[in-house]
């Protein structure tokens, strides 16, 4: 017998992202239901241990973790030179915290606030009548079902469970985030670590790993990788060796996987809202994607609230969301995106030049780019910093051609910029806008 669902709001995922935006949809009054895949205690673990922007509990009034979800709470990390020989602390805390017990609590604000949770609930297809969203159909447990709503939302992740099973013609892209677009993080849960070890939380110029802290005194050997899980790890024991041994007790390996590719031109459509990774809102400086995708989320549920109450599901009554967002986080983003990914890759005796003469990779940089998800390149400093470069240059620390493509970056990322500032106000202008899009991204 299949199992029949009615609600106006249906979330797909039930992770941080979901978790959060069906919360404050319950807070506010709106019958909510999410449906998640896995079991509910099951949420978060692949990665077990997360990082979360201190500021942002109150920003997104969220109350602070405690634990034992809450892990640690480093007043500051570091970041070390390309040699390793030196380093520079950041001043911006970030909880240490269990994602699971994190995610858990959320769902218990959802169920305080009226919502509903379904775990085990696999999503198969998408529910499509006049051109509108109604809602999905699947299985909870092996049984079939079917779930209906005046909006549907899809916070599943970066598999976009639901925008890669959306028609053609609906416009929102529908395609999967192919391999080369999609982060691999490996993660080693390691304790015992013996003196002489790094210690807190440390990343490093000119590498994609990383040393952060677990529980109690132990320690994440993270790496990121682009392509597949399989050359994270390979890359993570080349890394590891190489710099470290094998240190202390190995505990816990976790994968995780999050989007580094443009956003869509849309994130709307009738009957219809994505937030998260399932349409790459993560930071574009970090790849990390809860408290961005609480940008997001704060924004959709103001606008999903609106639509309900005016009894507008549409495109055009979902579409301020859009708006909103662009012009905003999605603005920054681009921006950075269009500039510090190539500058990231540069030969490490240049990348130590930017560091040496503070330039991006420095204490103030990384706490300004952390607080406010932009780089802080105004023309008066840009200016500045070109005449450093160009010292270099002639000095031979720095080579013209990488002088050349750092000059074309920022006028690219500040192009990009002020093109997402210019998202339109109604859908009526987004074919012209996403021809643009996608004539500056190349895709």
């Known amino acids: 017998m299949t199992k029949t669902i009615h609600t106006d ?9 979901g978790a959060y935006l069906g919360w404050k949809l319950a807070d506010a009054g709106c019958d909510v239901h999410l449906l998640e895949a896995l079991t509910l205690d099951k949420v978060g673990a692949h990665i077990e241990v997360i990082h979360i922007d201190e500021i942002r509990f109150d920003e997104f009034e969220i109350p602070h973790p405690t634990p034992p979800e809450l892990i640690h709470l480093p007043p500051f990390f570091k970041v070390w030179s390309v040699d390793s020989s030196r380093y520079f602390e950041v001043h911006y805390p970030f909880y240490v915290i269990n994602m699971p017990l994190y995610v858990q609590r959320l769902h218990g604000y959802i169920r305080n606030s009226g919502g509903k949770l379904t775990e085990k609930a696999r999503v198969e297809d998408v529910i499509v009548e006049d051109g509108y969203i109604k809602g999905v159909t699947g299985n909870i447990g092996g049984e079939p079902f079917e779930a209906y709503a005046r909006i549907t939302v899809d916070a599943s992740g970066i598999v976009g469970a639901l925008r890669t099973r959306l028609p053609d013609d609906f416009g929102i892209e529908n395609t999967p985030l192919p391999p080369e677009q999609t982060f691999y993080s490996g993660l080693e849960l390691r304790e015992d670590i013996p003196e002489g070890y790094p210690t807190g939380s440390n990343s490093f110029l000119g590498t994609p790993g990383f040393w952060n802290m677990s529980y109690g005194d132990g320690a994440i050997l993270g790496m990121v990788i682009p392509g597949s899980a399989e050359l994270a790890w390979e890359k993570h024991k080349q890394w590891r060796e190489e710099r470290y041994g094998d240190p202390g007790k190995l505990v816990a390996r976790r994968i995780g996987c999050g989007p580094y590719r443009r956003a869509p031109l849309s994130y ?3 009957g219809f809202v994505a937030v998260g990774d399932s349409v790459y809102q993560n930071k574009a400086f970090s790849g990390e994607g809860i408290v961005s995708g609480y940008t997001a989320c704060k924004i959709a549920k103001d606008v999903i609230f609106d639509a309900l109450e005016k009894d507008d ?3 055009k009554g979902l579409w ?3 708006t909103r ?3 905003g986080q999605g603005a920054k983003f681009a921006s950075v995106m269009g500039f510090l990914p190539i500058v990231n890759d540069f030969p490490p005796e240049e990348l130590d030049f930017l560091n040496t003469n503070e330039i991006i990779f420095c204490k103030d940089d990384y706490e300004y780019l952390n607080l406010n998800y932009e780089l802080n390149l105004p023309p008066e400093r840009w200016a500045r910093i070109c005449q450093t470069i160009e010292a270099g240059v002639k000095e031979g620390q720095f080579s013209e051609k990488s002088f050349q493509t750092m000059k074309t970056l920022y006028d690219f990322s ?9 998202y339109p106000e109604t859908p009526e202008g987004i074919a012209a806008w996403g021809a643009v ?7």
């Open 414 to 422: 500040n192009q990009l910029k002020s093109h997402y500032l210019k």
């Open 268 to 270: 709307v459509g009738d």
């Open 9 to 17: 709001v249906l979330i797909v995922g039930a992770g941080p992202i």
């Open 320 to 322: 301020a969301y859009n």
């Open 325 to 327: 967002y662009f012009r």
């Open 313 to 315: 599901c549409s495109k």
């Open 437 to 443: 899009q996608k004539a500056m991204w190349g895709y």
